[in-house]
């Protein structure tokens, strides 16, 4: 176990519609990244917050959004999905910039 | 664009058979090395690491890897795999400053027959 959790665990949507998908990281855990995991595929980054605030994106359009939490909790939201979309979202948290991610056993998205 | 190579997609090994998988990355600067491993239905999790000092590091559960600066590598090894081995392995680049961006490579599977 890592100490970091999401949820759900699983989300059916359609396109179109909007999503969010939740990570509490372990406490004092102050920078979360969130990745994408596409089936087949290794994860890829779509961005970090430190401290609540984004500082880092990856090739990820602006309707990927986020927000960080005082009480190390955090939310990826996905807006207008779209099939491609449909993948394994995992969290990762960390203190700082410490070598060590601990990742979250992701939410799996299936947009139809 | 900054990228990871991991050249096998799949690997079928026997019990005690040694292993080897390959990982190359596209980036001269300063670079954090890391594999990863996610066993059916568990998170991922951190086999080892590479960020400085000695090119050969060992992690959990008997893996060890060896940085080659010169060839871009860092490549996974073990000398005799278990059934419980059986995993999806991947490798990761994390490059310096203040960003926990990590590039992964598309993964290896690794299936180990009893």
């Known amino acids: 176990e890592t100490g970091v959790t999401q949820s759900p665990t699983h989300l059916i949507k359609t396109r179109g519609q909007q999503v969010t998908l939740r990570c509490s990281s372990q406490?004092?855990?102050?920078?979360v990244s969130w990745y994408q995991q596409a089936l087949g595929q290794g994860p890829q980054f779509i961005f970090q917050?430190?401290?609540?605030?984004?500082?880092g994106r990856g090739n990820f359009p602006p309707r990927f959004s986020g927000l960080q939490f005082p009480n190390y909790s955090s939310e990826l939201n996905v807006n207008a999905l779209e099939l491609d979309d449909s993948a394994l979202y995992l969290c990762?948290?960390?203190?700082?910039?410490?070598?060590?991610?601990?990742f979250g056993p992701g939410t799996r998205l299936l947009v139809l | 664009a900054q990228s990871v190579s991991q050249h096998n997609h799949h690997v079928i090994l026997s019990e005690a058979a040694s292993l080897e998988l390959g990982c190359n990355y596209s980036y001269g600067g300063t670079v954090n090395l890391f594999w990863y491993v996610q066993y059916p239905g568990q998170h991922l999790q951190l086999l080892l690491k590479y960020f400085s000092g000695d090119p050969l590091v060992k992690g959990i559960k008997g893996f060890e890897a060896e940085f080659i600066k010169s060839k871009f590598s860092f490549n996974l090894r073990k000398p005799s795999v278990q059934w419980s081995d059986t995993a999806e392995y991947f490798c990761?680049?994390?490059?310096?400053?203040?960003?926990?961006?990590?590039?992964f490579g598309t993964g290896t599977l690794l299936a180990v027959q009893p």
């Open positions: 917050y430190y401290r609540e605030e984004e500082n």
């Open positions: 990762a948290s960390t203190v700082d910039y410490q070598e060590t991610q601990y």
């Open positions: 406490s004092g855990h102050n920078t």
């Open positions: 990761a680049v994390k490059h310096g400053g203040a960003t926990n961006k990590l590039i």
